[in-house]
Nanobody, 127 residues
Framework: QVQLVESGGGLVQSGGSLRLSCTTSGFTFRNYPMAWVRQAPGKRLEWVSSISHGGRMTDYADSVKGRFIISRADAENTLYLQMNSLKPEDAAVYYC????????????????????RGQGTQVTVSS
């Protein structure tokens, strides 16, 4: 079955960097668009970034544009999120998510489009 396992979270000072990883199994990773989403305490799930099959296309929420970089290593079945210039408002549990179908473009994020997520990794940013 599909497995998504996030790692790389932790405590970092404001302005610092972290690199999140999502190792996957149970499906042909290279064929699927993937995304990162996050959820802060008491808040709704928020889309962060998406990447197309093959990595040709990427998209970012305005709140992270210019600071975060999404990438994928298809040979390693792994998704990454490089997070730079972190702010206290970036603190959340970060999840990777898999698009429900094989797709060559970059579908807009929705919970319906990306129904499968991992268990998450906690990111804490101190001010």
């Amino acid at each position: 079955q599909v497995q998504l396992v996030e790692s790389g979270g932790g405590l970092v000072q404001s302005g610092g960097s972290l690199r999140l990883s999502c190792t996957t199994s149970g499906f042909t990773f290279r064929n699927y668009p993937m995304a990162w989403v996050r959820q802060a305490p008491g808040k709704r799930l928020e889309w962060v970034s998406s990447i197309s099959h093959g990595g040709r296309m990427t998209d970012y929420a305005d709140s992270v544009k210019g600071r975060f970089i999404i990438s994928r290593a298809d040979a390693e079945n792994t998704l990454y999120l490089q997070m730079n210039s972190l702010k206290p408002e970036d603190a959340a549990v970060y999840y990777c998510a898999k698009f429900r179908y094989i797709h060559t473009e970059l579908p807009v994020y929705s919970d319906y489009n990306y129904p499968e997520r991992g268990q998450g990794t906690q990111v804490t940013v101190s001010s």
